[in-house]
């Protein structure tokens, strides 16, 4: 199985900030298959990510994913309110895991 | 617009049964695998069964296997998770999420989501 890392646990930063959070895998991710999903709370997670850099329908180009291998990372360029949530990495490569999330908070 | 609603979550004893359903709108169901994926309180995220979108193909997770049975009716549009066994480390919310096409086994990513049942195991 492979373990996904992410870092931090929470990043601290205020509106209009750029949030980079790391995703690390225990071995290659194959193919890239690697998602970010976006969760508030009391909410579903939302896809963000798929492919490592595939922009899902309706997600605005502040958020960019990017990487391969075991090394990917998820940025958004200038934090918005309401981009004030939980992140998780997951990969599809080789059966499915999920990373413990990033929590975004504001500062 | 892609709406998937989950029922019937709830409290159940330790040993107990319970079966999920989840009806979707918005797409053509029998042509997308579908997903189980759980949350445990103040957890994250863990992958619990698939099917493939003619329901031929099941997958489960190794913490449910022989326990829990996805299952899907194409012609209702709807999902299913019939839960036996239930202990309480299988309380979480649940939700159901469409694969983003027919022949995902639990190596796929999710694109749509319901908003998720609560499942409680407790005596």
């Known amino acids: 199985e492979i373990v996904l890392t992410q870092s931090p646990g929470t990043l601290s930063l205020s509106p209009g900030e750029r949030a980079t959070l790391s995703c690390r895998a225990s071995q290659s991710v194959s193919s890239s298959y690697l998602a970010w999903y976006q969760q508030k709370p009391g909410q579903a997670p939302r896809l963000l990510i798929y492919g490592a850099s595939s922009r899902a329908t309706g997600i605005p180009d502040r958020f960019s994913g990017s990487g391969s291998g075991t090394d990917f990372t998820l940025t958004i360029s200038r934090l918005e309110p309401e981009d004030f949530a939980v992140y998780y990495c997951?990969?599809?490569?080789?059966?499915?895991?999920f990373g413990p999330g990033t929590k975004v908070d504001i500062k | 617009e892609v709406q998937l609603v989950e029922s019937g979550g709830g409290l159940v004893q330790p040993g107990g049964s319970l079966r999920l359903s989840c009806a979707a709108s918005g797409f053509t169901f029998s042509s997308y695998a579908m997903s189980w994926v759980r949350q445990a309180p103040g957890k994250g995220l863990e992958w619990v069964s698939a099917?493939?979108?003619?329901?031929?193909?099941?997958y489960y997770a190794d913490s449910v296997k022989g326990r829990f049975t996805i299952s899907r009716d194409n012609s209702k549009n709807t999902l299913y998770l019939q839960m036996n066994s239930l202990r309480a480390e299988d309380t979480a919310v649940y939700y159901c999420?469409?694969?983003?096409?027919?022949?995902?086994?639990?190596?796929?990513?999710?694109?749509?989501w319901g908003q998720g049942t609560l499942v409680t195991v407790s005596s």
């Open positions: 099917i493939s979108g003619s329901g031929g193909s099941t």
């Open positions: 997951q990969q599809y490569g080789s059966s499915l895991t």
């Open positions: 999420a469409k694969d983003e096409g027919p022949y995902c086994g639990g190596d796929c990513y999710s694109d749509y």
